[in-house]
């Protein structure tokens, strides 16, 4: 029964209950599977899972696989400038909230009509450590690319209604996902149609317009329709190439507008790297559950070389609070004993007005952390926003408690007016 609710709820697969038949297997994916369909490009821990959603709106659910964002890198391109693109895609990694935020993927794209050339970029990119897009509407050609790569699953892109067999053919023959492409509404359905008639379950959607407004509209009905409507024709992940849109908005704003309006992939040219941050922290915000803060674990962390005299503060678990905090400690140069209290993922402000901050649990965490052996003194440290429990904390914990700054900015200097002597 346990097992029964958690498949309803998408929180299992079906593969995972030994018990089921073949057939009973089938029947259920069939009946809870999501109604956008997941996908999975490369192999292995590196693969990109795009899709799989089951909601429009995240406050009915969460977003269950993040949309990937992809490097376009033409086979125009030289060597030299492959080697850079590839340093500057590395560059872009940042650490936030105990995340890793990067760049997902590669699209190789079919621009000239060599197809040597083309084979050459396959080749350079190879062994990059990326899942890759192979975008070409030559079946020939795409043929050799994926012998190349068997095994590594890449997504076939450039499929259209007058190519469509043959690129089937081979995504079946070398078991890798498809992007199909159209003009117009009736052609995509009937590209999709064929797909399917073909026994292809792994389809990516490239949604027609050259403009912003034409692409968000287009990705919200394909949305919409797929899961509101149960419309299965429409029920897959989608594509979008940001570079060829036409538009004089800068193209980091671009990306930004279709990672909220539903895009699976946005691939972006190598120029917009310099701005890809935010898009790369906007993107961790949607994909943040609303129904569980993301939290760290509670206990002692440690900032710096910290001594018996070092000062003790104190936090929540909430994980933007901690990270922030833990970071402005270490640029000021403090050492000191971070006290980490768990109030389920809540920040100061939030855990005081909900009561989810309590003296008892701070007194908990102190023993159980051996704190008073690690240091010669007995006062802590508690944020501005948490200065009404400052008397109740004290009754407590037995701890001279000293009401710090509301801004991680100013603990620098709040601890040496207190003659703390934790800065080296």
């Given at each position: 029964m346990a097992f029964a609710f958690k498949l309803a709820q998408g929180a299992v697969e079906v593969d995972k209950c030994p018990f089921l038949t073949d057939e009973a297997k089938r029947t259920l994916t069939g009946l809870t599977a999501p109604p956008i369909a997941l996908v999975t490009i490369g192999r292995g821990s590196e693969g990109v899972r795009i899709g799989g959603e089951r909601v429009s709106?995240?406050?009915?659910?969460?977003?269950?696989?993040?949309?990937?964002?992809?490097?376009?890198?033409?086979?125009?391109?030289?060597?030299?400038?492959?080697?850079?693109?590839?340093?500057a895609i590395r560059y872009c990694e940042i650490k936030r909230m105990g995340q890793t935020l990067k760049i997902n993927m590669l699209?190789?794209?079919?621009l000239s009509n060599d197809d040597d050339v083309f084979i050459r970029l396959v080749e350079t990119v190879k062994g990059a450590g990326y899942p890759l897009?192979?975008?070409?509407?030559?079946?020939?050609?795409?043929?050799?690319?994926?012998?190349i790569l068997?095994?590594?699953?890449?997504?076939?892109?450039?499929?259209?209604?007058k190519n469509i067999t043959a690129m089937a053919l081979l995504a079946k023959r070398f078991n890798c996902p498809i992007s199909v492409k159209a003009s117009e509404w009736s052609e995509l359905l009937s590209s999709i149609d064929r797909l399917r008639g073909l026994g292809i379950s792994e389809i990516v959607i490239q949604p027609f317009g050259d403009t912003i407004k034409q692409l968000v509209e287009n990705l919200t009905l394909i949305r919409r329709l797929a899961i509101d409507k149960r419309f299965v024709k429409l029920g897959y992940p989608t594509i979008v190439f940001s570079g060829d849109i036409r538009s004089n908005i800068p193209e980091?704003?671009?990306?930004?507008?279709?990672?909220?309006?539903?895009?699976?992939?946005?691939?972006?040219?190598?120029?917009?790297?310099?701005?890809i941050r935010p898009p790369l922290i906007l993107r961790q915000s949607i994909m943040m559950d609303p129904r569980a803060p993301i939290s760290v674990k509670p206990g002692l962390y440690v900032i710096g070389e910290p001594k018996d005299n070092s000062p003790v503060l104190m936090t929540t678990n909430y994980a933007l609070t901690f990270h922030i905090l833990a970071n402005d400690l270490?640029?000021?140069?403090?050492?000191?004993?971070?006290l980490v209290v768990d109030t389920g993922g809540l920040s100061v402000a939030c855990s005081v007005a909900g009561n989810k901050l309590k003296p008892e649990y701070i007194k908990q965490i102190?023993?159980?952390?051996?704190?008073?052996?690690?240091?010669?003194?007995?006062?802590l440290v508690i944020p501005g926003r948490a200065a009404k429990l400052a008397g109740e904390i004290e009754d407590s914990t037995g701890w001279r408690v000293l009401i710090g700054p509301f801004n991680s900015k100013d603990i620098a200097d709040f601890l040496t007016k207190h003659y703390f002597h934790g800065r080296s």
């Open positions: 709106f995240r406050h009915e659910d969460k977003f269950y696989n993040e949309p990937a964002i992809a490097v376009e890198i033409s086979d125009l391109t030289d060597v030299n400038s492959i080697q850079n693109i590839l340093k699209t190789l794209r079919n897009v192979v975008s070409t509407e030559k079946p020939t050609l795409a043929s050799r690319v994926l012998d068997k095994g590594e699953r890449p997504l076939l892109h450039g499929v259209s209604l980091h704003l671009v990306i930004s507008a279709l990672l909220i309006r539903y895009a699976s992939i946005v691939v972006i040219k190598p120029e917009a790297l310099d701005l270490r640029n000021q140069n403090v050492n000191c004993y971070l102190i023993d159980e952390t051996n704190l008073e052996a690690k240091v010669s003194h007995k006062t």
